[in-house]
């Protein structure tokens, strides 16, 4: 069962973006001592963006209350309008953020393919373009997500990352990371957080996913450019008031909620391996890497619409990620018993196929 959190279903992998507060942690929040955060006078909202500053490997942070946000003041900051970023075709910032980059700061999107959203620094040396003066795009930005949510969890190599930055140095391109689940690359790998952030220009890091906070992502990089950006976020809407209650969420999720993001990873295994062996072909298992599996459901004959709602009949509530592909996702409110309804729901769809 969902471990006590409210939740109308047995197992609900549908995003890991549904937790709900622990009684602790809104204890935290209820004492938090706050300010002004537009006057920066929020003293708890201070102390987590120099937490996530330091942790990361630049000189400063800034809180936004999404990682959307996060991401778009990170594009804002680094490509003029009319000039372009580059990213692999799953990526959040082009697949998920409904435009924003071209909305709001006035730039193009040009993307290469990946396998399951995998980063490869040659990827993206064959699709930048720069010193092209008046006649091509200029490439400013390359975004990497790590790990990569539509990809299905894929953890990114330190390797490639780091050739990447060398050849963009060269270039005169900036690099932006989307962070959004970087904690679950740091447990799953052993990689400091500040050895994947100190690569980039700036990382965008998400509290409201694993990590199990309500609100709010922080976006790091330069002093200078968190200055800039401070102003910018303010032009989109998001300066916020009294925010250090929302911050003294993401100081506890850092307290508590890192760690035990083995524990999520340990149980989208466990499922990985009862659907692999229900249904040879639904799940790759060397693709289950944290907290995230997508199972190919056509290959056990189903359509994914089809599956989700036979599941969700079951009280396991999953999304359709392609006609045939669902994910589920696990995180902070999925606990063993909840894993176990979900792995025997599932499995017990898999062996019998959709009803003829
Ligand atoms: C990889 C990635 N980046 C950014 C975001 C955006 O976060 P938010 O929903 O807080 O805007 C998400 C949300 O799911 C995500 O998966």
Redesign the pocket.
Known sequence: MASGTGSPYKADLL?D?LTRPSEAMREAMAGAEVGDDVFGEDPTLRALEERLADLLGHEAGLFTP????A?QLGVRLHVKPGEELIGDSLA??VR??LGAAAVLSGISSRTWASERGRFRADDAASLMVTGVGPYQVCTSLVVV?NT??FGGGTVQSLEEIRRARALTRERGVAMHL?G??LFNAHVASGVPVGDYGREFDTV?V?L??GLGAPVG?VLVGSAEAMAESRVWRKRFGGGMRQAGILAAAGLYALEHNVERLAEDHARARRAAEALAEAAPGVVDLATVETNIVIADVAAAGWTSAAFVEAALAGGVRTYAVGPGAVRLVWHLDVDDAGTDVAVDVLTALLRSGPAA
């Open positions: 995003s973006t999404s990682g959307s946000m991401n959040h910032v998920a953020e997500e990569h949510n989307d959004a689940r965008s998400c409201s996913k992502s």
